[in-house]
C-alpha cells in the first residue's frame, strides 16, 4: 500500500508540474478518440470541450477529485498513450524490463519528440502502473539531473500577525483593565454588604 501511495504521489506530482500550456500542448497532438476519451474523463456533455482551457480546468478538478479512484491514472493512461508507445519502439526488445542505461539511450530523442513534462509523466505513469522496472523509474524520476521532477513545494510557513500597540492605545487599554477591576471590586462589597445584612 506505502509503495502504491508513493506511486500515485509521483504521478500527481509530475501531472501538477505541467503548466496549462504544456498540458493543452500534448493534449493537442492527441489523436481524436484520445481527446474524445478524455473529455468524458473530465465529465464533458456531448461533444467534448470547445475551449482548450475549459478542459484543461476540467481535467485537474477530475484529477483533484479522483486520485484514489483511479481518474488520475486513467486521464495519466490516455495522455501518456503515444509517448509509452514510442518508448517501446526505442527500446525494443528491451521495453519491458530496460536497464537504468537502456532507459538513458532513449530519453534525449524522447524529450526533443515530446518534451520533458510528458517524458517524466510517462516515467510516472508506467510507475504508477505498477512496471517491471518500476524501481529503476522510480530512482531516475526522483534523481536524474535531467528528468527529476522538481523538489515538491515546502507548505507555506503560517503568517502570525502582530500588532504593536502604541503607548496611547496601551494606556486606554490599561485605563479600562482597571475601571472593570474597580467595578468588579464594587460589585462583590455589595454582595457581601447584602450578606451582612441578612
Known amino acids: 500500500m506505502k509503495n502504491r501511495l508513493q506511486a500515485l504521489s509521483l504521478l500527481d506530482r509530475a501531472l501538477a508540474t505541467m503548466t496549462d500550456a504544456e498540458l493543452e500542448a500534448l493534449v ?15 465529465g464533458a456533455r456531448d461533444g467534448g470541450f470547445d475551449e482548450p482551457a475549459a478542459r484543461t480546468v476540467a481535467l485537474r478538478a477530475a484529477v483533484a477529485r479522483g486520485r484514489l479512484t483511479g481518474a488520475l491514472e486513467q486521464i495519466t493512461t490516455v495522455l501518456t498513450d503515444p509517448c509509452l508507445a514510442d518508448f517501446i519502439t526505442a ?4 521495453s519491458d524490463h530496460p536497464s537504468e542505461d537502456d532507459l ?5 530523442d524522447m524529450i526533443t519528440k515530446h518534451g520533458l513534462p510528458t517524458v517524466r509523466l510517462t516515467i510516472a505513469a508506467s510507475i ?7 524501481v529503476m523509474l ?3 524520476l526522483k534523481h536524474d539531473e535531467v528528468v ?5 513545494a515546502e507548505p507555506a510557513q503560517p503568517v502570525v ?11 486606554r487599554r ?9 467595578e468588579a471590586r464594587a460589585r462583590r462589597e455589595q454582595v457581601a454588604k447584602a450578606r451582612n445584612r441578612a
Open 128 to 134: 504508477a502502473g505498477e512496471a517491471a522496472a518500476s
Open 91 to 94: 527500446l525494443g526488445d528491451k
Open 104 to 108: 538513458q539511450g532513449v530519453l534525449p
Open 174 to 182: 490599561k485605563a479600562a483593565k482597571e475601571r472593570k477591576q474597580a
Open 28 to 42: 493537442a497532438t492527441l489523436p481524436e478518440d484520445h481527446v474524445t476519451a478524455l473529455d468524458q474523463l473530465a
Open 161 to 171: 500577525l502582530v500588532r504593536e500597540a502604541d503607548d496611547e492605545t496601551r494606556a
Open 138 to 140: 522510480t530512482r531516475v
Open 148 to 152: 527529476g521532477l522538481p523538489a515538491a
